[in-house]
Nanobody, 125 residues
Framework: VQLQASGGGLVQAGGSLRLSCAAS????????VTWFRQAPGKEREFVAY????????NYADSVKGRFTISRDNIENTVYLQMVSLKPEDTAVYYC???????????????????WGQGTQVTVSS
């Protein structure tokens, strides 16, 4: 599976962006896809995931209620809708995919063997 993240940009606090993670490859609908983000000088952190079959979602507390992850298995794309953006959301956002990661590991970067290239999100105050 190859992943390509897009949709980042510069937005004012309170604004919205929608990120896309487009995948190529077979059986995309069986993969868990996760968004991580990395701010300058900080470790990469979990944002949200969506599972393949059940479409179960899970969010970091810092984005819960503001971000929504969804997927279109026909278009092989996962989206991250972000509203009420804050300056602390500024980071490079990465999408990652795995077909074998177990539930307890899905918030960890080590569970993923496929990564997109990242897209920059900058929120100005």
């Amino acid at each position: 599976v190859q992943l390509q993240a897009s949709g980042g940009g510069l937005v004012q606090a309170g604004g919205s962006l929608r990120l896309s993670c487009a995948a190529s490859g077979r059986a995309f609908n069986t993969y868990t896809v996760t968004w991580f983000r990395q701010a300058p000088g900080k470790e990469r952190e979990f944002v949200a995931y969506i599972r393949g079959g059940s479409r179960t979602t899970n969010y970091a507390d810092s984005v819960k209620g503001r971000f929504t992850i969804s997927r279109d298995n026909i278009e092989n794309t996962v989206y991250l809708q972000m509203v009420s953006l804050k300056p602390e959301d500024t980071a490079v956002y990465y999408c990652a995919a795995s077909r074998t990661a177990i539930l307890s590991s899905l918030r960890s970067t080590t569970a993923y063997n496929y990564w997109g290239q990242g897209t920059q999100v900058t929120v100005s105050s």
